[in-house]
């Protein structure tokens, strides 16, 4: 699986270009801000993949710094996991930051990698949900247990995409949209009457869509239950509109 384009690949792809590289010329040609870039050189260099030529103490301005590249690079950009470890997809090996080492090749960051690369995301994805909701999920131990509580989550949001679909166009042929705002307000799901119809509208336009989370999924998904509930069942509907 190729990389998105992320500003990480485009800073590793410069490098790549330019074995010898000036800081300041990666900020001219990417949108990648100065801090950032400054902490992924720092990690770089951690584990010997490039260094820095001029002492950070000489003087010389942060923008004017020069680096040069110790070590044959892949492709793919390595990813920082956790702020812990830097994973070269390349070499499939794993370092830890503190030490600049490599470590197994079954700790968790390298199984929470793969994972996400089987959710079809990046290779930094699994490891980012994990610690947005781990104080939701204390069940959730190995990588795999997150992996499958994902992959689920995912076909409950490609599932809710489709009928939310249906109940828009529904609403809207039938000119129901005012009345079932209502009882969706009158059943506490939402404040105002426009916030559902609202909320269908920004969810199926995003193209970029992340995944929905699980509160929010479950208030929509409750929705479609009280769709059901008044108008009756979306696959019978389906075959009779």
């Not at 300041?24 to 010997?48: A, F, H, N, P």
């Not at 949900?129 to 989550?153: I, T």
Request: proline share 2%; net charge positive.
């Amino acid at each position: 699986m190729q990389p998105k384009d992320s500003l990480q690949q485009q800073v590793w792809n410069y490098i790549r270009r330019n074995p010898a590289f000036r800081y300041g010329d990666i900020l001219m040609i990417t949108q990648i801000s100065d801090s950032t870039l400054e902490r992924y050189l720092r990690k770089l260099c951690k584990v010997g993949y490039v260094e820095r030529g001029t002492v950070a103490t000489s003087g010389v301005k942060r923008v004017d710094s020069e680096y040069r590249v110790k070590a044959k690079l892949g492709v793919l950009a390595p990813i920082v996991n956790n702020k812990k470890y830097l994973y070269d997809p390349n070499e499939k090996v794993q370092y830890d930051l503190e030490t600049g080492s490599v470590v197994s090749q079954e700790e968790q960051g390298n199984q929470c990698m793969r994972y996400s690369l089987l959710l079809g995301k990046e290779y930094n994805f699994l490891a980012g949900y994990k610690n947005r909701y781990n104080r939701e999920h204390p069940e959730l131990k190995s990588a795999k247990d997150w992996y499958l509580h994902v992959k689920n989550v995912m076909r409950r949001d490609n599932t809710l995409i489709k009928e939310l679909k249906f109940i828009r166009d529904y609403l809207v042929k039938e000119k129901k949209i005012n009345e079932f705002s209502k009882v969706m307000c009158e059943r506490g799901l939402f404040v105002y009457e426009y916030s559902f119809m609202g909320g269908v509208m920004r969810i199926i336009r995003e193209k970029k869509r992340m995944l929905m989370a699980e509160e929010i999924l479950k208030r929509y998904e409750t929705a479609v239950s009280i769709f059901e509930e008044l108008y009756g069942s979306i696959n019978t509907l389906e075959a009779t509109v």
